[in-house]
């Protein structure tokens, strides 16, 4: 079992920036990749921005050069960072954490989420 919390959210104006953090606990030492997705209400919950433990990175192509994932690694947990800047409220939406594990059986474990308001 792998627990996510999330902190960072809030309300921003557009052209701002924010800073999203993700707390990974439990079975951590199963886990090859976190990632972030947002969704509106509405649509579909999509993939922002992922990251392997390995340090490889991908980000969806509305946030490239504008969001960065960064991950940080100890013995107890992992945490994920998601660098927001130049916000627009296309942005707004909550956002999840996940964790994916691979084994014993494939898993992907989910945050609870975190709002992320962008005023115009």
Request: glycine share 10%; with cysteine.
């Amino acid at each position: 079992q792998v627990q996510l919390v999330e902190s960072g959210g809030g309300l921003v104006q557009a052209g701002g920036s924010l800073r999203l953090s993700c707390a990974a606990s439990g079975s951590i030492f199963r886990v090859t990749a976190m990632a972030w997705y947002r969704q509106v209400p509405g649509k579909q919950r999509e993939l922002v921005a992922s990251i392997t433990t390995g340090g490889s990175t991908n980000y969806a192509h509305s946030v490239k050069d504008r969001f960065t994932i960064t991950i940080s690694k100890d013995n107890l947990k992992n945490t994920i960072y998601l660098q927001m800047n130049s916000l627009t409220s296309e942005d707004t939406a909550v956002y999840y954490c996940n964790a994916f594990s691979p084994s014993p059986l494939p898993r992907t474990s989910w945050g609870q989420g975190i709002q992320v308001t962008v005023s115009s």
